[in-house]
């Protein structure tokens, strides 16, 4: 089976940096994605990785360590519109594509 | 290049009614996954189809089955609705061979009350 666990709520200032972690235990791995998605829209996707390290893509940067089940995502000179929540799904070596997700992690920015 | 589709938008059932969501993959897309959003929650796999086949199944009872169309469509089918199947509803396509493979792309959602 997968578990994901990642905080259910982060208040950040606009402008400053956040990160958001996202601690798994699967029985096989095949990456980890990082989406956001706003109150009653679709999730979009943010970040792919499958390796260890850091993936960074703008103002977003993602890290994975694969040994402890880890990963964050680092949002960097936050705007009130990166309020949102933000899902960390894992893919296993099973299935096409297929996602266990956590419950996700709603961030509020305040002014 | 249209993305991921789906209708309706909203509806409202009634306990032991049965109920049909319909989704467009986007454009060149082959594989559909359906998935089941309760408020405050994260996404939750149902099914998986390519090649118009379930391809892999997550924790759902039978009363929610599925179909893939030679087109890639695919439509999402709930007998003997609960309360609580109340949710959005999100369909994700993406393409086994590509440039990109691993990226699944969203559904605006269809939003299921059941009263």
């Known amino acids: 089976g997968q578990n994901i666990d990642q905080p259910t709520e982060m208040t950040a200032t606009e402008g400053a940096i956040v990160q958001i972690n996202c601690t798994y235990q699967t029985s096989g791995f095949n990456g980890l994605f990082w989406y956001q998605q706003h109150a009653g829209e679709a999730p979009t996707f943010l970040s792919y990785?499958?390796?260890?390290g850091l993936e960074e893509k703008g103002r977003f940067s993602s890290f994975l360590s694969r040994s402890k089940g880890y990963s964050y995502l680092l949002l960097k000179e936050l705007q009130m519109k990166d309020s949102a929540s933000y899902l960390c799904?894992?893919?296993?070596?099973?299935?096409?594509?297929?996602?266990?997700f956590g419950s996700g992690t709603r961030l509020q920015v305040q002014p | 290049d249209a993305g991921v589709t789906q209708s309706p938008t909203h509806l409202i059932k009634t306990r032991g009614q049965q109920v049909t969501l319909r989704c467009s993959p986007k454009?060149?897309?082959?594989?559909v996954s359906w998935y089941q959003q309760a408020l405050g929650q994260g996404p939750q796999f149902i099914f998986q189809?390519?090649?118009?086949?379930?391809?892999q199944r997550g924790n759902f009872p039978d009363r929610f089955s599925g179909h893939q169309f030679p087109n890639y469509s695919s439509e999402l089918n709930v007998n003997a609705l609960l309360l609580g199947d109340s949710a959005l509803y999100l369909c994700a396509s993406s393409l086994v061979r590509g440039a990109r493979p691993y990226e699944q792309y969203f559904g605006p959602g269809t939003r299921l009350t059941v009263t």
């Open positions: 189809y390519y090649e118009e086949e379930e391809r």
């Open positions: 454009s060149g897309h082959d594989t």
């Open positions: 799904a894992v893919r296993g070596y099973t299935g096409r594509r297929a996602l266990t």
């Open positions: 990785n499958v390796l260890d």
